[in-house]
């Protein structure tokens, strides 16, 4: 089993910025990638960001590629999803997920909203 906490989110203006983290603790050997999802209301899960577990790779969305910035802090088992230049379209709850070897693991997820 692999736990995944998510803190950060909040309310902000468009234009600003926000820096998500994700805490993975447990089994986090059985690693392979992290991923952040996000969901509005109404609208399905959509992907936003990856980084391999050792930090070689990453992957965004087409909607946030050159805003959003993901990166891991190996001696913290931390993941981090550094967001600029918000929109009103970004509002979702932000969900952490881990790729295992054995399958995919979730956070509760958290809010994050941009005000016009």
């Known amino acids: 089993q692999v736990q995944l906490v998510e803190s950060g989110g909040g309310l902000v203006q468009a234009g600003g910025s926000l820096r998500l983290s994700c805490a993975a603790s447990g089994r986090t050997f059985s690693v392979d990638n992290m991923n952040w999802y996000r969901q509005a209301p109404g609208k399905a899960r959509e992907f936003v960001a990856r980084?391999?577990?050792?930090?070689?790779?990453?992957s965004y969305a087409d909607s946030v590629k050159g805003r959003f910035s993901i990166s891991r802090d190996s001696a913290k088992n931390t993941v981090y999803l550094q967001m600029n230049s918000l929109k009103p379209e970004d509002t979702a709850i932000y969900f952490c997920n881990a790729g295992t070897w054995s399958g995919d693991y979730w956070g509760q997820g958290t809010q994050v909203t941009v005000f016009s």
């Open positions: 980084v391999s577990w050792n930090s070689k790779t990453t």
